[in-house]
């Protein structure tokens, strides 16, 4: 994904060494006749073959999205054909390879793609659009990983699309081209009847474009209301750093498909995002600006700012990477920060919301099993993921975004305390310089190494990756928050546990599996068995539950009826305080507020564009 100088400097050297190679090349084309059942014909040529087997590649995963996707099994109809028509037969050495000899140099590899799931890592076709994510949409040849390649698109009958893409544009209608594979593969498409808004950025002697195409069925004004916002947002991304990147093509693209029954998604790329949800600019603007908000700060954070595990990007396999804690974890944590600082949303709501990782990870026994490192390096498993057989992940599992986040939180405080005039803002910014310009791929002692050099405590920086990144410590969030002028405001009431309940038919049933401190827990009671009566009363609905909770209190010995595999029985539980936390202003709870904390607070809250 990462490859524009690396590309340059390849290219170059190609075309003194081999003037043969530099014939390679692959084109496609993609037209849409069946698209009210979802079809798309692609047709793939690949030229300039030098190898006597061309290897035609499905990928099995997508930059940015961890699991395995087996894009393969979306593909039929496939019929190869070589530069003068002839009928070839692959060899199919597995589920997603088809090995292709006896051509003449060119191979042409005509397939129907079966795409209903419009989102940021596959591809969704409708008369309404066309939502092509690259590798769930495009054959490879390996071997031809740096060959030019050109896609040009016809749309159905009648549409008049146009195409949101991070794709150079060429002069041919809907065509565009990428410099190799990598980039060809990091880049998105939705051809659609788009409504378009661009504003220009110029800095540092250069002019940048930042454009949004979207999709949606929402008014003008809603869009341009939209757009006020997100270049807010953008620019407070771009203080954090000090600049933009400089976008391969000097244009960035907010790729938005907001229609009904769209998937909920974001996701990054070198040049653009793809940010999708079914939920309109009217019912959730602002849900769907926090999404755009943590998307742009990846065109930094993950984008060019890059750990070396992911490169470059394996689409033949999974990628574990055990940074993730940083590339998503910092991102998530601004990308609401961000929108609360461009003044989208109030301090109020962010405070109410930011001190929800922190309660995450010390409600979460997960803690105890695996580091940051750890979590992030199990990323294939849990990120589109699905298995049929269950996991013990509510007891052994915190997600990298929300553990990130935490340290986020956690090391911005630290920071901002224990240091004069430094904060994680400046801490991103020489991660920037140091790793994003000219790119340079990161690895976790580079990350410690910038700590230390930015702190110029090499002890402080050693002992924080110690035990809060290597290691499974929890951040003392409750001392620094007050420092910032914050509480952690704990809750007094009882509760049976924190996990998820599903009330029907007058009972609960305990819709996951329970958490090791939990009292369902320690009850002998996990997921699927169902709560009959608390106290003698049935549990109807949360209200109730809430009712009778609150005549007791926190270490109360309550009974309750429950079934369990088919047999009725009747369980001590012993209530817990509930775990909830919430971030609010000192004053709140304290009415003494230090000036300090308080100037503190405010300076980390506020604008900085
Ligand atoms: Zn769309
Ligand atoms: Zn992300």
Known sequence: MKKTLFTALAVAALAFASPARAQQSVSYQVSFENAVHHEATVIATFKGVQTPVLEVRMARSSPGRYALHEFAKNVYSVQITDGKGKTLTPNRPNLHQWNVSGHDGTVTVKYTLFADHPDGTYAGVSPTHAHLNAPATFMYAHGLEKAPIQVSFTPPAGKNWTAATQLKK???????????????????????????????????????????????????????????RAKRITQEAQAVFGELPAFDFGEYTFIACYLPGTPGDGMEHRNSTVITSSRSLQTGMNPNLSTLSHEFFHAWN??????????????????????????????????????ERAGVTS????????????????????????????????????????????????????????????????????????????????????????????????TLPDLEKALADLTKDPAFAQDFFKRHIYGK?????????????????????????????KFQNDQATIAQGTF??????????????????????????????????????PGDQVQVEVMQQGTKKTVSLTLA????????????????????AKARREAWLSKKA
């Not at 998105?188 to 788009?194: G, N, Q, T, Y």
């Not at 470059?312 to 961000?338: H, I, Q, V």
């Not at 929300?402 to 004069?420: E, H, M, P, Q, V």
């Not at 929890?474 to 007094?492: D, H, K, V, W």
């Open 347 to 442: 301090s109020a709501d962010y405070l109410q919301n930011a001190g929800y990782p922190i309660l995450a990870v010390m409600v979460s026994p997960g803690k105890e099993y695996f580091s940051p490192v750890e979590m992030s390096q199990q990323a294939p498993f849990v990120d589109a993921s699905r298995s049929v057989d269950a996991t013990n992940r509510t007891n052994t599992y915190i997600s990298y975004y929300t553990y990130g986040n935490a340290i986020a939180i956690g090391l911005d405080f630290t920071l901002r305390t224990k240091f004069k005039n430094l904060t994680l803002d400046d801490y991103m910014r020489l991660l920037w310089q140091r790793h994003g310009k000219p790119e340079q791929p990161y």
């Open 170 to 228: 060429e002069t041919a209608p809907l065509t565009f081209s990428a410099p190799d594979f990598q980039y060809f593969m990091d880049s998105p498409v939705e051809l659609a009847d788009l409504k378009w808004r661009e504003w220009t950025v110029q800095e540092k002697g250069r002019t940048q474009k930042i454009r949004i195409g979207m999709h949606h069925s929402g008014t003008d004004q809603e869009l341009d209301e939209y757009t006020q």
């Open 473 to 501: 410590e929890m951040i003392p969030y409750e001392a620094l928050a007050r420092q910032m002028g914050l509480a952690l405001q704990q809750s007094p009431n009882a509760v049976i546990g924190w996990e998820g309940l």
């Open 516 to 553: 090791a401190n939990s009292p369902l827990y320690k009850a002998g009671l996990d997921r699927d068995d169902v709560l009959l009566t608390l106290d003698g009363q049935k549990l109807t609905d949360q209200k109730t539950l809430d009712s009778l909770l609150a005549k007791h209190k």
């Open 302 to 339: 993950v984008e060019r700012i890059r750990p070396k595990s992911l490169e470059p990007f394996n689409f033949a396999d999974a990628n574990m990477s055990g940074e993730l804690w940083l590339a998503e974890g910092f991102t998530s944590y601004y990308g609401t920060l961000l929108l």
């Open 577 to 596: 305080q509930d775990p909830a936390v919430k971030l609010v202003p000192l004053e709140q709870v304290d009415k003494k507020v230090p000036k300090d």
